[in-house]
């Protein structure tokens, strides 16, 4: 193999990414790792994580990132900060090309780019956030101490924002436009507990109203009636799914309705040979953190008996 060309790279640095790191540094594969615009990925803004195996006590999202990067680094990865802004999968070996211009050639590619947050699209939306509006209660939440604010959302992440902003809103209401919530059992009866939440269904937002410098309230319309009520409010949370990072693929590799990278079954191979797609940018299902160590794993795996087939 060519010299200046790595035998592999890693796109991203989420749980994904970073077993990815570990096995192909075990491997003395000398793995490179492109860290992305948000190192440490989804997890860096949860706080307690309690069904990782290993951490009967919990622990934090960033706590365990700062161990898995460690853990990387000690089995010979490199790592370079910035975002890929452009790939070329026609040519062989592959490249990268980065934000700063720099380029990367690589016999094999993991993507581990993982998924972003949505938000609704709306004009006001965009106007308040970050000045009431969120779509990260770990990252904001001191800052709404005493306040009322509004969850938006049916699922694990928003029980979860809602329940961590009790630890420092005087109320949370959760927002869903369905009558049940898509949420796990668990986490939807730790939520219905909590005195300090309480919950409107069949409820979308229309629009959030503010000053012109922060958040003032929400209006909300029901689905089944139409009718649009006021509420005031200091903040919004969004918590309604997420998107996958696999714009930069569309073209290149095979991708679903949605955005998710395809790869074959029992696999991580993508439908370019020598390319491979593991973690949240994969996973449309699961979506955990220990689903993405694992096809973290695998595609790790994959990559390494691709790479034996063509020294």
């Not at 699209?121 to 101490?145: L, N, P, Q």
């Not at 694990?156 to 898509?182: C, G, I, N, P, Q």
């Not at 909590?194 to 689905?223: A, C, F, W």
Request: proline letters at 4%; charged letters at 25%.
């Amino acid at each position: 193999m060519e010299s200046n060309v790595r035998d592999i790279i890693i796109m991203g640095t989420g749980p994904a990414g970073y077993t990815s790191a570990i096995y192909m540094g075990r491997a003395n594969l000398k793995p490179l790792v492109i860290e992305g615009f948000q190192p440490g990925g989804q997890l860096m803004i949860t706080t307690e994580i309690e069904n990782f195996p290993g951490f009967p006590e919990g622990i934090r999202g960033p706590e365990l990132m700062a161990k898995m990067r460690e853990q990387a680094a000690k089995f010979g990865t490199e790592f370079v900060g910035g975002s890929v802004t452009e790939v070329d999968l026609s040519r062989s070996p592959f490249c990268l090309t980065l934000e700063d211009g720099q380029e990367f050639l690589t016999h094999a590619l993991i993507v581990a780019t993982g998924a972003n947050a949505k938000w609704l699209g709306i004009d006001s939306e965009s106007r308040y956030r970050g000045k009431g509006v969120s779509a990260c209660a770990t990252c904001d939440g001191f800052f709404f101490r005493d306040c009322k604010v509004f969850v938006v959302g049916g699922g694990d992440t928003a029980m979860e924002e809602a329940l961590y902003l009790t630890k420092f809103a005087s109320h949370v209401t959760l927002v869903h436009r369905r009558e049940e919530f898509r949420s796990s059992k668990i986490m939807s009866l730790r939520t219905r507990k909590n005195p300090k939440i309480s919950m409107m269904l069949n409820e979308v937002v229309d629009e959030i109203l503010g000053d012109g410098q922060k958040v003032t309230g929400i209006r909300l319309k029901n689905v089944l009636t139409g009718e649009l009520t006021e509420h005031p409010c200091d903040g919004v949370f969004l918590a309604i799914g997420h998107a996958p990072n696999s714009g930069l693929f569309k073209d290149q590799l095979d991708l679903d309705d949605y955005g998710y990278i395809k790869t074959k079954k029992s696999s991580t191979e993508t439908n370019v040979p020598g390319v491979f797609a593991c973690g949240d940018v994969q996973d449309f299902t699961y979506r955990q953190a220990v689903t993405a160590v694992g096809t973290g794993c695998m595609a790790a795996v994959d990559a390494e008996r691709f790479l034996e087939t063509i020294r």
